[in-house]
């Protein structure tokens, strides 16, 4: 999860390291102020020279402007439309580089140019369409999309191709507008939390008042298949920007005001997905407190080891991790004769594979060999790549909190810039990754709805299963009996009456 504290630059870690370029620039460099490393001319491409470690915000947009004979690389294209937000909204930019158009293309003149149209056309074309194939909410906002389609109908009377072109382009977009929107609302629907502690009260008193994860499913293939088409659904969901919109402030050495305010960061996909690891922990760990029976216990603590092992093989990372969370959770550790009773030497080789030390170095590891093994694999099976989320939260963080957005003379950290588009643009590859697995409806709504203790009531569940060992867990275990199971008493009467 992000944290708060601040790391030196040289301290900073991300799954490769720093490309060299953000290592020159980390700090400002004296001369760099006075020579900033900025192509000799408007639209000079970005191979003629030496790439690009800083420039003014100017400068940049400038290269980002097709012309007749210039097209700017794809990485430049991400890279920048990705960071630029941070200094522009989306509209200005848009509206600067038509403008810039206008003025180098004459399309403000009569008669065109048609040779000299028919050239640039496809370029803009280009450009904007890989805008909306990258970052289609930009297009929510009208402004953008009447942008669009003054630029082409400025040069349609070269080529009427640009006027079927663009239909389809925007067609293509509303497509994936609607879907985007059809994706937040599914998330506002399902309630994420389901927390019901009330279920402690009938704890000991079979038969069991709900189902539980074994009745629904016992095999951890099959779940660990489902848990994948969830986390690729959520990856589906989140836009590029979200990552940068995540830890927009204020930067001091930015005169310039925020280009968008708290209303419009929207970051709800994000946040989602987080919220849906933070379940899916306190839902294993309310899995295991849950049976009232030690043997039980340990069948369903060896049951979700097994789920772990099988997220591990399929390149699921982020449900592995949260399945070790959950079953290192306080009130599940300290259920000393259940795991008494559970095989967990593959647990322990899992927790291994997940420990923190060194960075993660150990996840880092398996993450690079489940993106080479994608790279180069057969079926679709083998390309599954989810990484454990909060931790590339937190190198975005850190690279975010360690660099500032621009150096001492104004310009633009475009090393920074480079290295955030890696890793996003490194996650935006492994998201696109259609889940090839059958989709089981009842398992997946299980996931999904099933209550789950709050903390407090996982503890009063694992009181209840193993007795407390001393004076400060006896005294919790009274309180949270009086407080949870008070309440339920009130609600039982309140619906009897």
């Known amino acids: 999860m992000p944290q708060t504290a601040c790391p030196a630059v040289g301290t900073m870690f991300t799954p490769t390291g720093f490309s060299p370029h953000l290592a020159i620039c980390s700090e400002a460099d004296p001369e760099e102020d006075e ?10 491409c970005l191979a003629d020279g030496p790439p690009i470690t800083s420039a003014s915000l100017d400068t940049l947009i400038q290269h980002l402007v097709p012309t007749t004979d210039y097209y700017p690389e794809k990485a430049y294209v991400f890279t920048f439309l990705l960071s630029a937000r941070l200094f522009i909204s989306p509209a200005e930019l848009l509206a600067r580089i038509c403008e810039t158009c206008i003025k180098q293309q004459q399309l403000d003149q009569s008669p065109l140019d048609t040779a000299k149209v028919r050239k640039f056309g496809p370029k803009i074309l280009q450009l904007l369409t890989e805008w909306t194939e990258t970052f289609p909410t930009d297009f929510r906002e009208d402004k953008m999309v009447g942008l669009f389609k003054d630029i082409i109908h400025r040069i349609a009377p070269c ?9 389809q382009v925007l067609q293509t977009l509303n497509q994936k507008l609607a879907a985007i929107t059809q994706g ?18 009938f704890k000991t008193k079979p038969p069991p008042i709900q189902k539980d994860m074994l009745s629904i499913c016992n095999d951890p293939y099959t779940l660990a298949q489902q848990l994948t088409h969830v986390e690729l659904e959520h990856l589906g969901n989140i836009g590029p920007e979200e990552f940068v919109q995540a830890f927009v402030q204020k930067d ?3 005169s310039s005001q925020p280009c968008f305010s708290e209303q419009k960061k929207k970051t709800n996909n994000l946040e989602a ?6 379940r899916l922990c306190y839902l294993v760990a309310t899995e295991i407190c849950m049976p009232a029976k030690k043997k039980q216990r340990a069948q369903v603590i060896e049951f979700f080891i097994d789920v772990a092992r099988e997220c591990f093989n399929i390149g699921n990372f982020n449900s592995l991790m949260a399945i070790i969370s959950g079953m290192n959770m306080s009130p599940v550790s300290r259920l000393k004769k259940t795991w008494g009773k559970a095989k967990t030497a593959k647990f322990f080789i899992l927790e291994h594979q997940m420990d923190p030390t060194g960075n993660f170095y150990n996840y880092r590891t398996a993450l690079r060999g489940a993106a080479h093994r994608s790279q180069t694999a057969n079926s ?3 390309k599954i790549v989810i990484p454990f989320f909060s931790l590339l939260i937190k190198d975005i963080y850190f690279l975010n909190e360690g660099c500032a957005n621009r150096l001492p003379n104004g310009h633009v950290h475009f090393a920074k810039f480079v290295e955030l ?3 996003v643009g490194e996650f935006m590859t492994w998201k696109q990754m259609e889940c090839p697995f059958e989709t089981d409806r009842s398992i997946l709504h299980y996931l999904h709805t099933a209550p789950i203790f709050s903390e407090d009531g996982l503890y009063l569940a694992s009181y209840e299963s193993e007795s407390p060992e001393n004076q400060v867990e006896k005294d919790r275990w009274k309180a949270l009996r009086s407080n949870i199971l008070g309440k339920t008493k009130e609600l039982k009467e309140h619906h009897g009456s």
């Open 273 to 278: 997905y987080v919220r849906w690891f933070n």
């Open 380 to 382: 679709n099976r083998e």
């Open 159 to 167: 080529d009427e191709a640009y006027w079927k072109t663009m239909n």
């Open 252 to 254: 001091p050495l930015d």
């Open 35 to 44: 020579c900033p490393q900025e192509s000799p001319g408007p639209g000079a």
């Open 184 to 201: 937040e609302e599914s998330i506002v629907k399902v309630n994420a939390s389901s927390v019901s502690d009330k279920l402690v009260a």
């Open 421 to 423: 588009a890696r890793q």
